[in-house]
């Protein structure tokens, strides 16, 4: 089973500053497989970046993924007041397939 | 326009099985690479998958649920049924059905499009 362990579990930081934030498989992985997701409080998780680094529609270019093997990051270059909420990961793989999410990082307004 | 809703209990008693309903529109089931996943969310925790099904009824399930998951789809419908048997206040959670693909284009497993959720609680 491949375990994904984010960090931090909390940042605090002010608008337009950098937020970057990790997330770490318990073995190296595909990055096609490897995705983000924003989740604001009482809303369903929105897909940001799919294949590690590709932007899903409508998705600002100031939010940024990187990575392989076991580490990828997320990077957001200039938060907005709109981006503080929580971000997981999440990978599709395993014997057998399926879907595996981190826990979470929450950026909350310092 | 794709969209997806659940739909089901928001109250089950301990030991009852719970049967949740996810309605979608803007994609059809039938389509060759294309899935409907359930994942959930106990209070202030993080995702958790719970299982999918693909448009060819092939399935998949978390190995931690698999005993006690049920994965079906009525294409007919635009609907897909997850049920969970014995029901257990760690059970409680919001609900959400997402939708999933493969196609030759992109292939890359996410869930690009997510239903509103439901909170099911599990109390006596």
């Known amino acids: 089973e491949i375990v994904l362990t984010q960090s931090p579990g909390t940042l605090s930081l002010s608008p337009g500053e950098r937020a970057t934030f990790s997330c770490r498989a318990s073995?190296?992985?595909?990055?096609?497989?490897l995705a983000w997701y924003q989740q604001k409080p009482g809303q369903a998780p929105r897909l940001l970046i799919y294949?590690?680094?590709s932007r899903a529609t409508g998705i600002p270019d100031r939010f940024r993924g990187s990575g392989s093997g076991a580490d990828f990051t997320l990077t957001i270059s200039r938060l907005e007041p709109e981006d503080f909420a929580i971000y997981y990961c999440?990978?599709?793989?395993?014997?057998?397939?399926?879907?595996?999410f981190g826990r979470g990082t929450k950026v909350e307004i310092k | 326009q794709i969209t997806l809703k659940e739909s089901g209990p928001t109250l089950v008693k301990p030991t009852q099985t719970l049967t949740l309903t996810c309605t979608f529109s803007?994609?059809?089931?039938?389509?060759?690479?294309?899935?409907v996943g359930w994942i959930r969310q106990p209070p202030g925790k993080a995702l958790e998958w719970l299982a999918l099904?693909?448009?060819?009824?092939?399935?998949r399930h978390s190995p931690s649920l698999k005993s006690r998951l049920t994965i079906t789809k009525d294409t007919s419908k635009n609907q897909v049924v997850l049920t969970l048997t014995n029901m257990d206040p760690v059970d409680t959670a919001t609900y959400y059905c997402?939708?999933?693909?493969?196609?030759?284009?992109?292939?890359?497993?996410?869930?690009?499009?997510w239903g509103q959720g439901t909170l099911v609680t599990v109390s006596s």
């Open positions: 997402a939708h999933s693909y493969c196609f030759t284009t992109r292939c890359n497993r996410d869930f690009d499009y």
């Open positions: 294949g590690a680094s």
């Open positions: 803007g994609f059809s089931l039938s389509t060759s690479g294309v899935g």
């Open positions: 073995q190296s992985v595909t990055s096609t497989y």
């Open positions: 099904i693909y448009w060819n009824n092939d399935k």
């Open positions: 999440q990978y599709y793989g395993g014997s057998p397939p399926g879907w595996t």
